[in-house]
């Protein structure tokens, strides 16, 4: 703090030297001279405006200094010092703190600040405190030294404001551009730079009558300075324009004195207004000029840097060398230091790439950042910025900021020495996500950054953004990939067992002669693994149908302990066979608005997990709680339990803990998926708790309830009493068709042959047709009572044969009951199946006992149907009623 204090003392002290001691030096001069040019208001205007506005009372010093040296009494001179004090006070608050000024002045809006706020407006306060404190006391004119005379007041008054305006103009803006390093460095040492300052030089001295000429041209010789200012301007920028103007006011001054030049008037003074006019217009047009040429080529070099940025990020390469050559970049273009940080996969900060336009001060700046705090939740900065997702822009840093840093960060005078003046912070956002921010800083270039900056900024980081996300979706696409290996080894694998079952006990039945006992157990074994191949299928089906935004469900009201008993009932063969206990602890009743098939779907799931990683000997609860309109189920079992890691995707496809070849158990963690699913589009949510490893784990169904009146009433009409009073037979009796004429219609002989044996078995009289004109033929000669057809036949397909029959009359079978017994098993296709004219979609495969039930329903749907065709409904509709 003390050096900021004795720092702050001597600026002061310097700047009212500074003011007191150019004031003297015009005193040397004629007094003439003082009158039109006045350096110390620009010099204390430039000096406030680099080193802050707490330096005000060196203006306020050095101009009571002044006063008091020209013979104004002490009262006199602290108002005039007061009112030069004020209006650059005016400046400072309007075209610094308001205004944003850039003491580089390549902007138009800075340059136009400086000219309305610094030179035209501020300047009237200090000429209007003046003659007012003249007219009080008397005393006789500070600008003509002149006795005093209240109606030479306004041409004093104007002198004065002439002299302070021409001040600001020419003296602040040479000032501010040789303070502050330029965005593009003066090329002075090739051969058109330098002959170029030579010609400014030499028609300077020629418009002044120092080179013999042009003195003919009379006044108008003077405009010739016009195209030199454009010159300069386009070749230097506002360096060489603002020198230029300064060049022309000193030779302009000294040779008017010296009565040479082209604004010769009536005496001195009138000599040295024509020329201040003058070089008024000629600065300002200078640096109008200058500045929108500056702004110009800073656009076209912001295009051309977001061009390389753009390459750059997306060469090959890890991304860590890619952001260090975008900082690299970076510098000095746009900061004099700069780096980009990113959250790790610790959720802490994490200093990826850094630059710095010195060396030396970059190996200094590595060294404060060690200082820094990793942790995400540390106040400001850097961390805010991520946290908030928020650009920050600081225009100036303040001393009082740069000691606040150096105690926070404990590296005592290092802060010093890295000089920091202005700071931007961008976020780097992916996904609505801030993922990191990149952070410039402006040092020993003195450049403050205005809000166009923070917008390239911006930009610049949504590049940054663009490549993370490139590099976040390949990484994703990468993990999919894996995951699709993973996936199609387990599928592999889980379809290969049962088939191998299959086969190998195919072998044994066919090579060899086994006991009866022998014959009904490897019967067992390939219903049961044929039927584990059906599961599979049909979860890869009930996937596909929710990644694709079709898994439908045919809702009715249904009894909830219902539901929850049948699921409990149906899994106990499979529970005795693990020796684990399955047991139905509560079933409150209660009613639910539900598709029945895929409710009992998602009981089964969650009930067969919970016996799947339950050891032998364990335990299995299920109970179901009502509480108002809400119904809970619970299955609960004391198996492996789950990892805390593993429970936030457990619910997610193709996840199983332990996964991999070594595994211990089966499936292809599809199970969980599509419980989640079902139980959302039944407006409800499952969760799942685990204490641990090995403690067990706790799924918990959540449903709305409903509030039902009268159940027990028909649903569906003469409809749903037809199908409730057809039981599906528990096996294959002969009699169950009871002599049901069926057309079976399918072009493979296995097929033929095996659901031809069931429906003879059951009783029915069967008619097969290997193709859809062969089935038509049949139709012409023969009456039946229902049609199987398949729906992949060559020629004429299953949907077209439909089609053709439901335009037949009647007498010729055009309303007969049809149903399609299909490996199509998606629900789009059992639509189409539908739409096109087919009462039942039944996929394969399927059972001789499902078989012979489908049978009946159409046969019965026959006899209600009349001349039309039957309503259609897919089996799961008519097993559900």
């Not at 911006?458 to 894996?482: C, D, P, T, W």
Request: glycine share 8%; net charge neutral.
């Amino acid at each position: 703090m003390e050096r900021v204090v004795f720092l702050r003392w001597f600026r002061i002290l310097a700047l009212a030297t500074g003011y007191f001691l150019s004031a003297r030096i015009l005193f040397l001069l004629p007094n003439e001279v003082g009158s039109s040019v006045w350096p110390p208001t620009g010099l204390s205007l430039a000096t406030v405006l680099l080193f802050g506005e707490e330096l005000w009372p060196g203006v306020l010093l050095g101009a009571w200094l002044v006063a008091m040296s020209s013979g104004l009494g002490p009262l006199a001179s602290l108002i005039i010092s007061l009112g030069s004090t004020l209006g650059n006070r005016v400046a400072v608050l309007t075209v610094g703190r308001y205004l944003k000024l850039n003491c580089a002045l390549c902007r138009f809006g800075d340059v136009a600040a400086l000219i309305v706020g610094g030179a035209f407006v501020s300047t009237l306060i200090p000429a209007t405190v003046g003659e007012i404190c003249i007219l009080i006391t008397g005393h006789g004119s500070l600008i003509t030294e002149l006795p005093f005379n209240a109606h030479r007041m306004p041409l004093d008054w104007f002198l004065w404001w002439l002299r302070d305006m021409m001040s600001v103009l020419v003296f602040t803006p040479v000032i501010l551009v040789w303070s502050v390093p330029p965005r593009r460095r003066l090329q002075i040492r090739t051969m058109h730079s330098a002959a170029l300052i030579l010609l400014g030089i030499f028609s300077v001295l020629l418009v002044f009558d120092h080179l013999p000429g042009l003195s003919f041209l009379g006044p108008m010789r003077a405009y010739l300075l016009f195209p030199l200012f454009s010159l300069i301007a386009f070749r230097f920028g506002p360096r060489g324009t603002a020198s230029l103007a300064f060049f022309v006011t000193i030779v302009g001054v000294l040779s008017t004195i010296y009565q040479r030049g082209p604004f010769l008037g009536h005496g001195l003074l009138e000599s040295l207004m024509n020329l201040q006019v003058f070089i008024g217009i000629l600065t300002i047009t200078g640096l109008l000029m200058t500045a929108v040429i500056s702004e110009r080529r800073e656009l076209e070099e912001k295009v051309s840097f977001l061009a390389e940025a753009s390459r750059v990020l997306s060469l090959p390469g890890e991304l860590s060398e890619r952001f260090q050559t975008l900082m690299e970049l970076c510098v000095p273009l746009l900061a004099d230091w700069c780096w980009i940080d990113l959250v790790n996969e610790g959720h802490h900060v994490e200093r990826i790439a850094l630059s710095h336009s010195d060396r030396r001060m970059a190996e200094l700046a590595c060294r404060i950042r060690s200082g820094l705090p990793l942790q995400l939740d540390t106040p400001g900065g850097v961390h805010e910025v991520i946290r908030t997702g928020k650009s920050v822009l600081l225009n100036e840093v303040k001393e009082q900021d740069i000691v606040q840093i150096a105690r926070e960060l404990q590296v005592g005078d290092e802060a010093w020495q890295v000089g920091v003046r202005s700071v931007m912070i961008t976020p780097i956002s992916v996904r609505d996500k801030c993922l990191g921010a990149l952070t410039f800083l402006s040092a020993q270039s003195g450049r403050k950054y205005s809000g166009d900056d923070l917008n390239f900024a911006n930009e610049l980081a949504g590049r940054v953004s663009g490549i993370l996300k490139q590099a976040q979706l390949l990484r994703e696409a990468r993990v999919a990939n894996r995951a699709k290996d993973d996936f199609l080894a387990a599928l592999s694998h889980e379809l290969r067992t049962p088939l191998n079952v299959i086969l190998g006990w195919v072998q044994i039945l066919r090579q060899e002669k086994l006991s009866e006992a022998e014959t009904k157990s490897a019967l067992d074994t390939l219903e049961r693994n044929a039927a584990i191949q059906v599961n599979l299928i049909n979860d890869l089906l009930d996937v596909s149908r929710i990644v694709a935004g079709k898994f439908r469900l045919d809702r009715k009201p249904l009894e909830l302990s219902t539901v929850v008993r049948n699921a409990v009932d149906s899994h106990q063969m499979l529970a005795a066979q693990k020796r684990i206990e399955l047991q139905l602890l509560s079933n409150v009743s209660g009613h639910v608005l539900a598709d029945e098939y895929r409710l009992q779907q998602l009981m089964g799931n969650l009930i067969t997990n919970a016996i799947k990683f339950t050891p032998e000997g364990g335990r299995v609860s299920v109970w179901v709680e009502s509480e108002r309109c809400r119904h809970r189920i619970l299955v609960q079992d004391t198996g492996q339990g789950i990892e805390e890691q593993f429970l936030p995707i457990v619910f997610e496809a193709f996840r199983q803990e332990g996964g991999g070849a070594s595994r211990s158990h089966g499936g292809l963690g599809l199970g969980l998926s599509i419980v989640r699913h079902i139980a959302r589009l039944h407006g409800g949510e499952v969760t799942a708790q685990s204490e641990g490893k090995n403690r067990g784990s706790t799924f918990t169904l959540n449903l709305p309830g409903l509030m039902v009146r009268g159940m027990g009433t028909d649903h569906e009409g003469s409809l749903h009493h037809m199908i409730e009073s057809d039981k599906a037979p528990e096996s294959i009796h002969p009699g169950t068709l009871d002599g049901t004429r069926i057309l079976l219609v399918d072009d493979s002989p296995d097929i033929l042959f095996l659901v031809n044996h069931w429906l003879t078995l059951g009783g029915g009289k069967v008619s097969q047709a290997r193709s859809a004109d062969e089935a038509l033929q049949l139709l012409k000669m023969r009456v039946f009572d229902v049609l199987l057809s398949d729906i992949g036949m060559p020629g004429v397909d299953g949907y077209q044969l439909i089609r053709k029959i439901r335009a037949l009359p009647p007498s010729q079978g055009g309303n007969i009951p049809a149903a399609a017994i299909t490996a199509y098993a998606r629900e789009e296709e059992e639509k189409k199946a539908l739409e096109a004219g087919f009462q039942l979609h039944i996929p394969k495969p399927i059972g001789g006992i499902a078989l012979i039930q489908s049978v009946l329903k159409l046969r019965n749907l026959a006899g209600t149907a009349g001349d039309h065709p039957p309503k259609w409904f897919s089996d799961r509709q008519l097993s559900s009623l």
